[in-house]
């Protein structure tokens, strides 16, 4: 009986079972049946969406910069190249602590507060998944060490890109500017995309001017990245259109002679071609180091420039506005033949100074004694001030401006530099309108020698004095000459000429005599410089830096250095058929003559004698 | 479902095959171990290509299985009469052993899992897995079936203390697996069908306590669970990409070492919990469906086996190991896939680690046992 109901239990167990474990089958085969159908849902009904995710996920944008054109000099020496560099960079994303990473990068290879500095600076103007230098140009040794100790250092990469690099530095640093980070107004301004894979950008000079045609066009490729955003591999591409490589008038040689010339001295030398208004020299000095930059100057290097008080970073040959002394009187002598106010042989007497009738105040000579009876030719040979007061009165502040102005000064020369400024040329309008003042006949006769309110960029007094040589052809100076296409075509630049009305050969010839014997007479000012190489003509000038209260004397020995006058000479050469012109401002040099002539003489000898000299 | 056999069919279906000589002599069953083999092998493929082509990654785990299916030969030689005698023992050792994870245990991954015994740590929940349906079908196999309501009590407490603890580790996918190996024990012992139901239902009125129970990262997965698109890169970030890699992977797969989203690493824990999806970026739908057509067979054959046991305590434990193996299924591809929230689960004999390996070979290697000890029953 026990058997009996053991079995039957059994059974009945068994049979139980049995139903349950069909019951889970089923329940398995539904459950399964479920996930099938979640998988038919995803890979069949939304199979082209996730796909589209997929590629997404895979497939990244990425620009390919172009490479920036070269500048090259008039003898196809380069001025501005890209050099491969090897850069420290940091994703502060992936880094983790970065003050962490930072202390130990630090221990194996060079790292100083100010790049630490300049990283934190960079940092902030950036997104957290950007690359950011920490230091740049490693040497072989240090990129080696840091690939060796890479797998500790998450988010930090060793990058290997294109630098500018200037290689005559501070010679050339004024006139072709540089290029450094794009700044976030600069963003605003450009076409965003065909920057996209570009970080800098021209600050200054011919950098900034031609950006648009160094930059070149964007390329782009189609790159598979991983999920940390790697490239591993290139699947589609668009070359980059390099930028237009440019070829300047500029004579690096001439560059240099100028720059050596000033020797101690601060100033400016700006030489151009007479024929074309191609830019030959252009000096500022002193000058920068403009490498320093392309990467990003730290603040404690950029503070030293900033402050120093020769200002290295102010392009005196575009910006520096100098009186121009005597170095006008050329210019309104020859206003006074052309307007009929005075003959060339005409003779003024000269006591060593000039009063307006029924006024105390006594004009000075720069010559105590006085020149004597004075004559348009000797008055420029001897830069006698008393000609010139009386010239100026003659002539008048209205008639000086409008002449004067034909020459190009008080305006921007057109020069492609950006920054140029336009001196002052200064005349009742302008008198009244900015000082609300009227103009006083005083200020008139200080103006007739170059002096006053007037203001003159080395530039311009260059430009003005190749219009003399011209005879009134007034040229737009340039600094670019061609500009090379990538298909290797080269494009010259226009030359822009601007015809003064005034022209009576007789009397350009008169001037151009005077000037002539500035260098070549006994008694000129210049005469130092005279050569048998070649004809120059020239002119001396001597600019206050401050003013000699009438009753003192001024004392170039006892007077502060700063405070000295600045010496100026404008030349044209050779006289005969004139090929260069050139203006010369020597910061507290002290008289023309002496100082910047002989500066002058060897920028010419330079130019047309070339290394016989 | 009280019904009464009509006829012995099932015991005259039971004869043991003896056309597989020396497996049967060596306690193997020819069509659970030729699956397993089969999805080992698959996994080992798979690992290959998740694993980006590591062999260091591929020997290791062969290391596992070849030890894993060791433990399942040895497991099957045991006599279920054995292993039910030592049922209650084993359980309490586990449970003793949870106490001291608790109290000793070691910390990894912000959960204490690990027993360090000096040569080797030993995670006891492991263990549990095992020896909670063994105690479960030991101690519902004493008294006839269907169960009382008191004894079901009994039962359920037995598995709930283990459970409690395993979740305070935490270790959520482990108590989820423990949890319904008692559970599928005591449905396989045929507690009612209304019982179930307000079962469910009184599940379902818990949820909330659930809720205030659970801990932060816990609740953040059912959160993105619900709505994944909510943290894209945070917690959400797992199970989109693993969506985007199955749905790309399309009808056919993107082939074998080609998926994208596995070897540009935008698919999280690829060769780990997350294998599924790489099979099915790289196989496509045709892959996948095979690969559960597999996983069904070997299911289907652990009930078979289960519904041929001869004895009660066999029968349970068979057929809830069997259960818990679909459990270790489907939790994982849920979650793969999107269905469910993302509990740490593996894909079984596929995703790369030992642990869970072991232990699902050794579930399978006491089906074995159970089915090649069977003695022929007098009619």
Redesign the interface.
């Given at each position: 009986m026990n058997q009996q109901i053991s079995i039957k239990?059994y059974?009945?167990?068994?049979?139980?079972?049995?139903?349950?474990?069909i019951a889970?089958?089923a329940i398995?085969?539904i459950?399964?049946l479920?996930?099938?159908g979640?998988?038919?849902y995803?890979?069949?009904q939304?199979?082209h969406?996730?796909?589209t995710?997929?590629?997404d996920?895979?497939v990244k944008i990425e620009p390919l910069p172009p490479t920036r054109g070269l500048i090259f000099d008039r003898h196809g020496q380069v001025l501005a190249q890209n050099l491969p560099a090897y850069s420290l960079e940091i994703i502060p994303e992936k880094a983790g602590d970065l003050a962490v990473t930072i202390q130990a990068l630090s221990k194996i290879i060079r790292i100083e507060a100010d790049d630490v500095q300049r990283f934190h600076k960079l940092r902030k103007q950036r997104r957290r998944f950007d690359s950011i230098p920490l230091r740049v140009r490693l040497s072989a040794e240090e990129v080696a060490r840091i690939a060796v100790n890479r797998h500790r250092f998450p988010g930090v990469d060793v990058k290997a890109k294109l630098l500018r690099e200037y290689p005559y530095k501070d010679k050339t640093a004024h006139l072709l500017g540089y290029v450094a980070r794009i700044s976030e107004e600069e963003l605003l301004t450009i076409d965003a995309s065909n920057y996209s894979g570009t970080s800098y950008i021209g600050k200054n000079g011919v950098e900034k001017t031609y950006e648009e045609l160094l930059h070149g066009q964007v390329g782009l490729q189609q790159v598979?990245?991983?999920?940390?955003g790697r490239v591993?591999r290139v699947l589609e591409d668009q070359d980059p259109l390099p930028g237009h490589n440019l070829h300047l008038f500029l004579d690096t040689q001439m560059q240099m002679t100028a720059l050596e010339a000033l020797g101690e001295y601060n100033g400016a030398v700006a030489a151009i071609d007479t024929q074309t208004g191609g830019v030959l020299t252009l000096v500022s000095k002193p000058g920068f180091d403009p490498n320093l930059f392309v990467e990003g100057i730290s603040s404690s290097a950029y503070r030293v420039l900033n402050e120093s008080i020769d200002k290295p970073l102010f392009n005196r040959a575009i910006r520096g506005q100098y009186p121009p002394g005597s170095t006008v009187k050329p210019f309104i002598g020859l206003a006074g033949l052309e307007l009929g106010m005075v003959e060339f042989h005409q003779e003024t007497y000269c006591p060593g100074y000039y009063q307006l009738p029924g006024k105390e105040h006594k004009y000075r000579d720069w010559k105590k004694w006085g020149h004597g009876e004075v004559g348009m030719a000797k008055a420029i040979i001897e830069s006698c001030d008393v000609y010139y007061y009386e010239l100026a009165r003659t002539l008048g502040i209205d008639r000086m401006h409008s002449f004067l102005t034909g020459f190009g000064f008080g305006e921007r020369s057109g020069i492609d530099l950006k920054g140029e400024l336009q001196g002052l040329l200064p005349s009742r309008e302008w008198k009244r309108a900015n000082r609300r003042e009227p103009w006083y006949p005083g200020e008139t006769l200080i103006v007739g020698i170059g002096q006053g309110y007037f203001l003159s960029t080395p530039l311009q007094l260059a430009v003005a004095t190749a219009t003399l040589a011209n005879q009134g052809r007034r040229i737009r100076p340039r600094v670019v000459a061609s500009i090379e296409r990538p298909d290797g075509t080269h494009v010259p630049t226009s030359l822009k000429i601007s015809e003064l009305s005034q022209a009576d050969p007789l009397h350009w010839e008169e001037v151009r005599t005077a000037m002539i014997d500035v260098v070549e007479d006994l008694r000129g000012t210049a005469k130092r410089i005279q050569t048998d190489a070649y004809r120059i003509a020239g002119k001396t000038g001597t600019a206050q830096v401050f003013t000699v209260k009438q009753e003192e004397e001024y004392d170039e020995e006892t007077v502060e250095k700063h405070k000295r006058d600045h010496a100026l000479f404008i030349a044209f050469a050779p006289v005969d058929q004139p090929r260069i012109a050139v203006a010369v401002i020597v910061e507290n040099g002290g008289h023309g003559g002496a100082v910047a002539a002989p500066i002058a003489r060897k920028v010419l000898d330079q130019y047309l004698l070339g290394d016989s000299s | 479902m009280n019904q009464i056999p009509r006829s012995g069919l099932a015991f005259q279906e039971s004869q043991p095959a003896r056309a597989t000589g020396l497996l049967a002599s060596l306690h193997l069953d020819l069509p659970l171990l030729t699956g397993l083999l089969l999805l080992a092998g698959v996994g080992l493929l798979i690992l290959y290509s998740a694993g980006d082509q590591n062999m260091e990654l591929i020997q290791r785990q062969s290391v596992r299985l070849g030890l894993a299916f060791c433990a399942m030969a040895v497991l099957a030689q045991i006599h279920p009469d054995n292993l039910r005698r030592w049922s209650p023992w084993l359980f309490l050792i586990g449970l003793a052993m949870l106490v001291a994870v608790i109290l000793v245990g070691e910390t990894g991954k912000g959960a204490q899992r690990w027993l360090d015994l000096g040569f080797f740590r030993f995670q006891p929940s492991e263990m549990l897995k095992l020896a909670l349906p063994m105690v479960i079908a030991w101690y519902l196999a004493e008294k006839r079936l269907p169960p009382k309501n008191s004894r079901l009590l009994v039962a359920g407490m037995i598995t709930v203390v283990p459970v409690l603890l395993i979740a305070k580790q935490p270790d959520l996918g482990t108590a989820l697996l423990v949890a319904s190996a008692g559970i599928f024990a005591l449905f396989l012992a045929g507690i009612s069908w209304r019982l179930i139901a307000m079962l469910g239902v009184l599940m379902a009125a818990l949820g909330p306590a659930v809720w205030y129970l659970m801990r932060d990262y816990q609740r953040q997965r059912v959160l993105t669970f619900l709505n994944p698109e909510n943290d894209p890169l945070g917690a959400g970030y797992h199970i989109i990409q693993s969506k985007i890699a199955i749905g790309s992977g399309g009808v056919n797969g993107k082939g074998w070492l080609n998926g994208t989203q596995s070897h540009l690493e935008f698919l999280p824990e690829r060769h780990t919990d997350f294998i599924f999806a790489v099979i099915s970026e790289e196989f496509g739908l045709v892959g996948v469906l095979a690969l559960l057509g597999l996983y069904l067979f070997i299911i289907l054959r652990g009930l078979f086996i289960a519904s041929q046991a001869q004895d009660t305590y066999s029968r349970l434990l068979s057929g809830s190991l069997t259960l818990v193996f679909f459990v270790y299924l489907f939790v994982n591809t849920g979650m793969v896939t999107g269905l469910l929230p993302v509990v740490g689960v593996p894909l079984p004999l596929i995703s790369y680690g030992g642990t869970s390996l072991v232990t699902i070979l050794a579930g399978f290697g006491i089906l074995m046992s159970i089915h090649t000890h069977r003695k022929l029953l007098p009619t």
């Open positions: 239990n059974l009945r167990e068994s049979q139980l079972f049995l139903g349950r474990a889970a089958s398995v085969i459950l399964l479920i996930l099938a979640r998988l038919v995803l890979q069949v939304s199979h969406h996730y796909k995710l997929s590629q996920n895979r598979e990245v991983n999920a940390k591993l | -």
